[in-house]
């Protein structure tokens, strides 16, 4: 969800629900184990288009705050970690109002956890790369 102010200025906000599930079995043993785990993860963002919104083709770069939960067998216990978000996107104007946009961005954070380990706080990256159809206004 966004909103421009202007040619060059924006705000965006967005969220992310990733479940999984893993099936394992040990060797020589007829019994499989299930893990389910879940990350849930958002941020809100400040936009500058390097070129302009309204182009046939439009350049923005973005920056803010995400915040990123992680629960489920995976990990001991739910964590939740806040830290900044950088990321680029470009977007292509199809028919009129129509557009496609594909978009790259780090969540930049200090975890705890690698993996299920409980260690020192270390600088994670998470690259969320995404893509959608928009329409302007």
Do not use: C
């Amino acid at each position: 969800i966004g909103l421009m102010f202007g040619q060059r200025f924006g705000i965006e906000a967005s969220g992310d629900y990733a479940p999984s599930e893993l099936t394992f079995s040990a060797t020589g043993s007829n019994s499989n184990s299930k893990s389910k785990s879940k990350i849930i993860s958002g941020s809100g963002r400040l936009l500058y288009f390097v070129l302009p919104a309204r182009n046939p083709i439009a350049l923005l770069v973005s920056g803010g705050v995400g915040v990123v939960n992680r629960s489920g067998d995976a990990y001991p216990t739910s964590t939740t970690d806040v830290g900044g978000t950088l990321g680029a996107s470009l977007r292509w104007r199809i028919l009129g109002l129509l557009s496609l946009q594909l978009n790259a961005e780090d969540y930049l954070y200090k975890s705890k956890y690698q993996g299920n380990v409980q260690t020192s706080a270390v600088t994670q990256h998470d690259l969320h790369f995404s893509f959608g159809f928009g329409q302007g206004f």
